[in-house]
Structures are given as C-alpha cells and as structure tokens.
C-alpha cells in the first residue's frame, strides 16, 4: 500500500491549535470526541445491510414529523455519548425535541444532526454527521438559552462525511477550515487534501429542481439563468448536482466551488425552506466563511441570524462568494433581472 506522505496528523493539528490558542481546548476535545465517534459510525455505515437495516424507519418521529431511521436513532446515541467525555453542558439534536443537559459544569453546548441524508442511507450515498459547538452563556435561564446565539458566535463547527473516504471537516476559533481523512490501517485521521479555499465564481448549482412551481420569482429566475447556460445572460454554461445529503454537497463545494440552494418555498410547512439553523446551516456556514465562502437565507448571513427557536428552520444558500451575492441581487433589485431585454416579458410580465 502506498504512504501517506507528508500529511498532518489530526492530533497535533489540534495539539498546535491549541498551543496557540488555548481558548480552543474544549473545542478540541469536543472534535477528538467526534473524530473516535465518527469511526465506530463509519465502521456500523460500511456494513450496510450486513450490520442491520439502518435505513429502515421506526414508528417514532422527530421533532420536525420525519418519520426516524433506526440509524438517526443510533447515530444519535453514540454522539451522546462521546460528548459525555467532552467537556459539554448541553446538547440540541435533531432527534431530541428538548436539549439534553449533560455536565452543569461543562464551558460548552453542542448542537448536532446526527445522521444527515437519512434518505440515501439505503442507496450507499455519502451520509454525515453535523456539528455546531457554542460557548456556554454565564446565567442563562434554561439549557435551551445557550444555543439562541447567531452563529457568529460559534468556536468551532463542521461534519463528518461518510463516503468512498471517511473525513471530518471543520474550522475551530478563526483558523482556516480544515479536512482530515480516516486512514482504517491504522484508525487514525491524517490531512490528506490541503485547506480548501472556494472558488469565487462557479458554474455549478446544485438544488431540488422538483420544487421549481414552488420557489419564489428571484430563484426561479436565477435557475433560469443557470440553466439557459452560454446563450442566457451569464453567458456561461453550467452544470447540475443534487446529492439529498447536504454534507455531500457542502464537500463538493468545498473542493471544486459551486453554489447550494434550499430556498424557502410555498409548499406548506416550506416558508422557511427545509433546513435547521442550528445544527445544519450554522456550520455549514461557519466552515463556508472559512473557506472563502459565503452562506445567507437568500439575503442576510446567515451567522448573523438569531435563532427563534432550537429547531428553527432557514432558507439556505452557500457556496463561491461571487455567486451567492449574485443570487442575493435577484432578491433585492426586480431590475436587476427585468432589465434585460431578452427576458423582460418572461421575468417582467408574468413572474414579478
Ligand atoms: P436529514 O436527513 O438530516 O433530515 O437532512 C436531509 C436534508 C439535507 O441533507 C438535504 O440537503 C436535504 O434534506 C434534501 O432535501 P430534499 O429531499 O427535499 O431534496
Ligand atoms: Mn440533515
Ligand atoms: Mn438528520
């Protein structure tokens, strides 16, 4: 088998991230309880349906009335459990439709989608785990007070991929997002794909198209655009992927640039799109930003949002910087794409 050669080991990546800045030590211990979880969850995902039927759904729903996978429930247990060895006061998860207080003492609260991508657990699709790690706030009410930050005050955030490689990509304090992959010889992670830094501008979207009736104006005719390639107004052909798991987007993003897209739309239940703050777009976009990226609801950042609740929803879009701010002029300005003359009837007259 080849080596590995001159890649960084996780530990002391974490070891000098911490020299350097030990207000990031409880972060650290929180992603090396990740990292040991995320091998016993890549060992059980790597059987299949030699382990058990993971895809299969159980009678119970979630807080959101997804039906629960039998992996979202285990998922969910063994992360519990290792951020008992962390120094963790409180967790949110997707499956829990309360936050669970873990040590009173703990300096951190931890927010996590334990299983992301349940739909392609039985279609041996990339599946992840997302996490989002906050400070603790000195007298809080409730447990449930600690995590109704914005993102922008998160210390550290990222997700676990479970694909053809098993890798953890994260950013801790301010420091540049970072990927570290599994080695199975030896059970370690080690840096094999340097930093990523996103592509400013793109030509690759990725979006459920079968929501198209459902989107506002702005999406519809930005996708318009996209798909009318080199003879539209961008004047640039484009290319097309839809995973069903964001950590499988987000990841293709990082690597090789793109713009992702869960708009808000008029399906009932839809007005704030599909995805959660908390434990889905707030890392995604902390990792994002740090990475070169940018990630809003359409219009705002979304790290400067302030959650309504634990489990809220938010229209999503991240990805190369250029891109998600020219989505953001479809939102602001009708003009911006009612002024073009080839599409003035289309856009102007039926759909604005
Ligand atoms: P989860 O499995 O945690 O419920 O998340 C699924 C999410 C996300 O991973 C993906 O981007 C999106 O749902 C897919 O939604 P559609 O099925 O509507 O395309
Ligand atoms: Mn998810
Ligand atoms: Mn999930």
Not at 32 to 54: D, T, V
Not at 311 to 323: D, E, K, Y
Not at 329 to 334: I, K, Q, T
């Amino acid at each position: 088998m080849p080596q590995l050669a001159g890649t960084e080991d996780f530990a002391a990546y974490l070891d000098q991230t911490v020299e350097l800045d030990a207000r990031l030590d409880g972060a650290a211990q929180v992603l090396r309880a990740i990292a040991a979880a995320s091998i016993e969850m890549s060992e059980l995902i790597s059987l299949g349906r030699l382990y058990g039927q993971l895809g299969a759904s159980r009678a119970s729903t979630n807080t959101d009335g997804d039906v629960q996978k039998e992996l979202d429930v285990l998922a969910n247990d063994i992360f519990v459990s290792a951020f008992r060895q962390a120094p963790v006061a409180a967790i949110v998860s997707e499956e829990l439709s309360e936050p669970l207080v873990l040590d009173p003492a703990g300096s951190l609260a931890v927010a996590m989608d334990p299983l992301d991508g349940s739909s392609n657990i039985d279609a041996n699709v990339s599946i992840g785990t997302i996490f989002s790690i906050l400070p603790v706030l000195a007298n809080a009410s409730s447990a449930e007070a600690h995590f109704l930050q914005p993102g922008r005050m998160q210390i550290g955030a990222g997700f676990v991929i479970y694909g053809p490689q098993t890798s953890l990509v994260f950013a801790l304090g301010s420091n540049q997002t970072q990927i570290f992959t599994l080695d199975r010889r030896d059970g370690r992670f080690y840096q094999a794909v340097s930093a990523p830094i996103i592509a400013r501008e793109c030509a690759e979207y990725a979006i459920n198209a079968s929501n198209y009736r459902h989107w506002d104006a702005p999406v519809r005719a930005f996708i318009d655009d996209c798909v009318q390639g080199a003879e539209g107004p961008l004047k640039r052909n484009h290319n097309m992927r839809w995973t069903g798991s964001l950590v499988a987007d987000a990841y293709r993003i990082l690597l090789r640039g793109g713009i992702f897209l869960y708009p808000g739309d008029h399906r009932a239940g839809y007005q704030d799109g599909r995805l959660r703050l908390l434990y889905e777009a707030n890392p995604v976009a902390f990792i994002v930003e740090l990475a070169g990226g940018l990630a809003t609801d359409c219009v705002r950042p979304i790290l400067d949002i302030v959650p309504s609740g634990i489990h809220a929803r938010v229209p999503l879009v991240f990805g190369s910087a250029a891109t998600v701010e020219l989505l953001t002029c479809y939102h602001g300005d009708p003009q911006f794409s009612a002024d073009r003359a080839p599409l003035f009837g289309k856009r102007g007259l039926i759909r604005l």
